[in-house]
């Protein structure tokens, strides 16, 4: 069974609509992130959580907004959608965050297309 | 600003043969380095990690690091159809503990 669940796992939005990326996580973690996939570029590392707090932000733009009700649950709201944000947004998670941070645990991503 | 690049892009290896994939970074004082496997539609993997020049094994797996050269290097021993799948090297940096990724080698593994 899937530990962490990304909903939902395609979508499909027009320019200028608001989206919300859903992830919650059930290993028992207390970091969670959000990175980004597009075509031909590597992974970028986009927010960094731990115990609900927000620890690190390489989005330069404030139309990325990670929301976190519960230690175990990030969601990420998209406003403004631009097709370049067309992407595969996925959730990870970590036993901590830190020096010791360990191996990331990814969920399976939501691919987001917009037109 | 790190930058970690992966060699070769892709790779056709025969089924039971050694494959070997390649990653340089560009900051020797990095910390861990990290191997991730991805097959398509799926979230990256971790396979394997490495923080002390030298190298380590796992199972089927060997990864080689050289701090001086900045290089990190992961082998394949026995490679199997399933072992067909994008491979990423990640780099973890700075005070924030992210991890820098390459753009990842594509392997197949040809029966």
């Known amino acids: 069974d899937p530990k962490i669940i990304q909903k939902p796992k395609y979508l499909v939005a027009v320019t200028g609509s608001e989206k919300i990326l859903i992830c919650e996580q059930y290993?028992?973690?207390?970091?969670m992130y959000w990175y980004r996939q597009s075509a031909k570029k590597p992974l970028e590392f986009m927010f960094s959580?731990?115990?609900?707090?927000?620890?690190d932000n390489q989005t330069a733009s404030s139309r990325f907004q990670p929301q976190s009700s519960k230690k175990n649950h990030l969601d990420l709201q998209i406003t403004a959608l631009k097709p370049d944000d067309s992407a595969t947004y996925f959730c990870?998670?970590?036993?901590?965050?830190?020096?010791?941070?360990?191996?990331?645990?990814f969920g399976e991503g939501s691919k987001l297309t917009v037109l | 600003q790190e930058k970690v690049q992966q060699s070769p892009e892709s790779l056709i290896v025969p089924e039971g043969a050694m494959s070997s994939l390649n990653c340089t970074f560009s900051n020797s004082a990095s910390q861990s380095i990290w191997w991730y496997q991805q097959h398509p539609g799926k979230g990256p993997e971790a396979l394997i990690s490495i923080f002390s020049n030298g190298n380590k094994k796992e199972g089927r797996l060997t990864v080689y690091l050289n701090r001086a050269s900045l290089h990190v290097s992961l082998h394949i021993r026995d490679s199997q159809p399933s072992d067909s799948a994008v491979y990423l090297c990640?780099?973890?940096?700075?005070?924030?503990?992210?991890?820098?990724w390459g753009s990842g080698t594509k392997l197949i593994i040809k029966p």
């Open positions: 990870a998670s970590s036993q901590d965050w830190g020096p010791n941070t360990g191996q990331l645990y």
């Open positions: 959580y731990s115990y609900q707090k927000l620890m």
């Open positions: 290993l028992g973690h207390n970091a």
């Open positions: 990640a780099v973890s940096k700075g005070s924030n503990y992210q991890l820098i």
